[in-house]
């Protein structure tokens, strides 16, 4: 698996509307698709990342989609991006990852309290926002991997236990019809970012690639 980072205070900060971020993203995206396919030396011709399609599940989830034989591409992507940061985890598994741009926000044990379970709203009643942040970053990459986005419901599964957070986490928790546990894991890019990344491999980042456009 790659990470892939860009970060443009000035531009992305200029972009207005959703559809203008939705451009640059996808241009970002093609291009993280044609390093990722050098270094994973797969035999497949540059201007693929041109004509390949992006489809969406029915909760949005994004995926590849080769036109041309009728199928979902083999190469999963999960995009994430906040204030001036945008980070794309891309691998040869389905991946979850999430990125918060970690800021002052007044409202975050409401919000813990309606979206977290039991343990974790505790958790943040004792230990404050930046804890806040560390189990945010993990639900949402969780989430992402399954591809059900906040239908699946934030607060039906816990990332922590017994005050520590977990590694793998049980599907059965809220989904009595899988039990494949889940590798879920913390990623520390800088100071002011929280991260996390999910697959079902328990494979760690092997690279992290600063894209330059």
């Known amino acids: 698996m790659i990470l892939y980072q860009y970060e443009n205070p000035v531009f992305l900060r200029k972009i207005g509307n959703g559809l203008e971020k939705a451009f640059f993203s996808e241009k970002l995206l093609r291009c993280a698709f044609r390093d990722f396919i050098k270094r994973e030396s797969v035999n497949w011709d540059e201007s693929m990342a041109e004509t390949l399609q992006i489809k969406r ?26 204030e001036s940061y945008w980070g794309c985890l891309m691998g040869n598994e389905p991946v979850g990852f999430d990125l918060e741009f970690m800021k002052n926000k007044r409202n975050y044990k409401q919000i813990a309290r309606r979206f977290f379970s039991k343990e974790e709203y505790q958790l943040v009643e004792e230990k404050g926002m930046e804890l806040f942040f560390d189990i945010w ?3 949402e990459a969780y989430v992402k991997l399954t591809g059900n986005g906040l239908a699946e419901g934030l607060n039906t599964f816990s990332v922590v236990q017994e005050a520590e957070f977990l590694e793998w986490i049980s599907r059965d928790q809220h989904d009595k019809k899988t039990n494949q546990p889940i590798y879920i894991s913390g990623l520390a890019l800088n100071n002011q970012l929280k991260a996390a990344y999910c697959n079902m491999s328990g494979n760690q980042i092997c690279q992290l690639i600063h894209l330059d456009l």
Do not use: A, D, M, W
Request: aromatic share 14%; charged share 15%.
């Open 137 to 139: 970053v993990r639900k």
């Open 57 to 82: 599940n029915s909760h949005g989830k994004p995926f590849f989609y080769l036109e041309e034989i009728q199928t979902p591409c083999s190469i999963s992507f999960s995009i994430s991006h906040s």
